[in-house]
């Protein structure tokens, strides 16, 4: 087994080959002037098992993927597994408007077209493993989230929305803590309240949990008003952490204590490597 590490996931591919014993097979990667992308497997994967870790996010790197595997069919790898740790184009899971397309299904149909195998990270909705014709798998760092929140003295997992609410219970569990979830109240036409619907916050650790954070408003608005009715502490937390239009800071000024992310995609909080439960779908497959 080789693993061929992407640009978008260099740390993560290094933790997995790490786990499995496998080597590590760097990539050459340039952008010229026009925009396009080159890339350059550089080492042999003939006859090899080849698990190539790269994020859809930027698109580029979409690009970069679908290039990495055409290399590793070319040079004849024996299998390949690809491994999305953030699967970007995957929340347009539906048809919502007449006109659009299933983005989930069109990226899933070019990322199968020489992958025997796709496994990614807290899918944004489980049913998207469908779109692929090949065998796909879909793993939950929450465990690996409530362990580091459990390091952080949490005793209150609330979900931002009811939509989220599955993932705070999965790591209230973890932690053995008490769950909820945010429930925003309009009180006029410029002022909303969000606050837990049941459970009281004052004097306590709260993490805010998400699959994704983006702009990153909601948790910011929710983690102000956790701070305002008595919050001792407020983490925000989110297996893929985007942290679009200055999130960060967003999410700082509004009271969070900490912010944290796993390593889907890298960036300055990504203190939670994702590795270990992507290497549980290889293990399995070796026992």
């Known amino acids: 087994m080789k693993v061929v590490a992407g640009s978008s996931s260099h740390r993560c591919a290094k933790e997995l080959a790490g786990i499995l014993g496998a080597d590590v097979v760097g990539v050459e990667r340039k952008v010229f002037p026009d925009g396009e992308v080159y890339v350059r497997m550089l080492g042999g994967v003939r006859d090899e098992h080849v698990v190539i870790v790269q994020s859809t996010h930027p698109t580029n790197a979409l690009v970069e993927l679908l290039f990495l595997e055409e290399a590793a069919h070319d040079q004849g790898a024996s299998e390949i597994s690809v ?14 408007q007449e006109g659009e397309i299933v983005s989930a299904k069109a990226v899933a149909q070019l990322l199968e077209l020489k992958a025997d195998r796709f496994v990614t990270v807290d899918p944004h909705k489980e049913h998207i493993l469908g779109f692929f014709g090949v065998e796909a798998h879909g793993v939950s760092a929450v465990p690996l989230l409530a362990k580091h929140l459990e390091g952080r003295g949490v005793d209150t997992v609330l979900a931002p929305d009811k ?58 608005t929710a983690a102000a008003e956790l701070k305002r009715q008595g919050a001792r502490k407020v983490v925000a937390a989110c297996t893929h952490g985007l942290f679009l239009n200055n999130a960060l800071e967003r999410l700082r000024g509004a009271g969070c204590d900490e912010v944290v992310c796993t390593d889907s995609l890298e960036t300055s909080v990504s203190s939670v490597g994702c590795a270990p439960v992507i290497a549980d779908v290889f293990e399995e497959r070796r026992s």
């Open 83 to 96: 491994v999305v740790p953030y699967f970007a184009y995957s929340r347009q899971d539906r048809v919502f």
């Open 163 to 220: 939509g989220a609410l599955d993932r705070a219970q999965f790591a209230a569990k973890c932690l053995g803590a008490e769950f909820d979830h945010m429930e925003k109240t309009r009180l006029s036409g410029t002022e909303v309240v969000m606050k837990p619907k049941a459970l009281d916050v004052k004097g306590k650790t709260v993490a805010i949990l998400d699959d994704i954070i983006s702009t990153g408003g909601t948790i910011a």
